[in-house]
């Protein structure tokens, strides 16, 4: 069983919006910070915002500042990714990913990663 599911990938237009969710498994998931990832095809993975265990803090990329919103619900053990805005160059495969301690902003230092959503966005 996976532990981290992530769902609410597809195609959109430029401008256009979706919402990726990423369901864990284990409950104590919910004691962590989430982060979502992305990785366009030749390039390396990138934070592209995280959040503490309690949606305190927040984490974003330049790029996607003003775009994208994460948040959590821990009553559902589910992390969520809006984006809104969205331009071609947001086209990639999405990461969910847990990190129990260490980097919140190295890719290294997640324990847990889902399967990955595709986003594209066509011009």
């Known amino acids: 069983q996976e532990q981290l599911q992530e769902s609410g990938g597809g195609l959109v237009q430029a401008g256009g919006s979706l919402r990726l969710s990423c369901a864990a498994s284990?409950?104590?998931?919910?004691?962590?910070?989430r982060g979502w990832f992305r990785q366009a095809p030749g390039k390396k993975r990138d934070l592209v915002a995280a959040?503490?265990?309690?949606?305190?803090?927040?984490y974003y990329a330049d790029s996607v500042k003003g775009r994208f919103t994460i948040s959590r619900d821990n009553s559902k053990n589910t992390a969520y990714l809006q984006m809104n805005s969205l331009k071609p160059e947001d086209t990639a495969v999405y990461y969910c990913a847990v990190v129990r301690g260490g980097s919140t902003f190295y890719s290294g230092s997640y324990d847990y990663w889902g399967q990955g959503a595709q986003v594209t966005v066509s011009s």
């Open positions: 284990e409950r104590t998931f919910s004691r962590y910070t």
């Open positions: 959040i503490s265990w309690n949606g305190v803090s927040t």
